[in-house]
């Protein structure tokens, strides 16, 4: 067993994993730095919970191995790996109350009661559970159930962290307030952590960096700023942003992206006849009809706040404009958008890939 409070580097090399003819992860590499937050993004079965389930040794590989510091521990039983996990369907048990619920990993080591309690008050306090102490989980809510399995978690001070969708039974605030104390957590204690969702504010505000799933394969593993700046493809470009990047289909011709008739400059270059243009809402700004790069029609105006969503049709495409907050334009006029150049990604069509 690891020291107490040791930071571990983990490593799926070349991993494989069918379950029968369905190939639910495929040549999956991942490193994880000690005391590394990463987080797995992806759609609803892209493998992510699979994944964790193969570090903490719950499922075999197919193929390919696990380690953990230089530890290959893909034949080794679970209990030896010093992991602790929160599961996406956590279970408590439902004899014990929230304080004999979190201090369980510690008796079960033998530790001294004195010891245990103190260990157990701070991790209560870590999710703020100190004044649940003595309830049993059936007198809780499905949050605080899910916040006395990450106390459960966090208690045994292990080499790493897997938390797949700890946060998911939380209503919106406390969702947003357990986010900034998890990474709080996190940084403090150091420890190695793989967390797994699907809500990409949380991949972007938790992660040192991001790994991207999509049905099994890696797309991206990078920082959340090179994943937004930076997207390795088309698939990651419009899986992250909110609202997501505009897609603009035509041809890549040179510089000039010719969509609908009209030449665009981008910064990309060569020939490309199945070609998208991407550019992020937030990137694009309304001008009149005749100074933007396009001219285009209004289909809504929407109000959000700080800002207006504006929508407008150009071909069969929709884009839409990040727009000052007291921008009146209305449904059918007329309006340009203008482009910058730099701004500007290019993604063939065919396979993804990402020109510029
Ligand atoms: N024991 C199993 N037997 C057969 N298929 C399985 C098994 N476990 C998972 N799968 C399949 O593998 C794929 C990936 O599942 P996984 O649970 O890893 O997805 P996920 O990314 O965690 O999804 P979610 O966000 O919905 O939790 C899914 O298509 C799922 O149906
Ligand atoms: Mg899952």
New binding site residues.
Partial sequence: MAEYGHKASVRFENVEKS?GD?K?LRDFDLEVEPGEFVVLL?A???????ALRILSGLEQPSAGSVHIDERNVTEILPKYRDISMVF?SYALYPHKTVAENIGFPLRVRGMEKAEIDAATLDSARQVQLESLLERYPRELSGGQRQRVALARAIIRRPSVFLMDEPLSNLDAKLRGHMRAQLKHMQKSLGTTTIY?T?DQIEAMTLAHRVAILERGILQQLATPAEIYNDPANLFVAQFIGSPPMNVIHGKLDGQDFVTNGVRVQTTASGQIEDGVMGVRPEDCSLATPSEGTLTCKIYTNELIGDHALVTVEWGDDQISVKAPKDFTGEQGDEVGVHIPRNHIFVFDRADGRRVR
Avoid at 44 to 50: I, L, V
């Fill in positions: 379950f369905v639910v992806g609803s079965g892209s493998g992510k919970t699979t996406q797994v699907h």
